[in-house]
Nanobody
């Protein structure tokens, strides 16, 4: 099964940008819907973006649409979350996660929430002030 390692979190001022990286090993990311989730203290885990590398299909939560972009590099077996125009409410621990997926359209991948995802990275903290 796939193993995931995130990196790229940090502290940034409002309006700034960060790029999170999720490096996969053990299997190719194109066999999965790759989701990005975030969780802040006292809140549940929120799915913010999903990518199916097999087709390039992406979907986003309303809270981040237009500001966040998910992409992949198949040669590196890595997915990215580009975050622009960051806001204080984006402060959270961010996780990448994977669930097996072979539908060319990724919409619906996040609908069942985090419980549908089988594999998780360790998380990376994003703080926006």
């Amino acid at each position: 099964h796939v193993q995931l390692v995130e990196s790229g979190g940090g502290s940034v001022q409002a309006g700034g940008s960060l790029r999170l990286t999720c490096a996969a090993s053990g299997d190719v990311v194109s066999n999965y819907c790759m989701g990005w989730f975030r969780q802040s203290p006292g809140k549940g885990r929120e799915g913010v973006a999903a990518l199916y590398a097999g087709s390039g299909s992406t979907s986003y939560a309303d809270s981040v649409r237009g500001r966040f972009t998910s992409s992949d590099d198949s040669a590196k077996n890595t997915v990215y979350l580009h975050m622009d125009n960051l806001k204080p409410e984006d402060t959270a621990m961010y996780y990448c996660a994977a669930r097996p997926w072979h539908n060319s359209v990724v919409s619906g991948c996040l609908d069942a929430g985090s419980v549908a995802f089988d594999y998780w990275g360790q998380g990376t903290q994003v703080t926006v002030s």
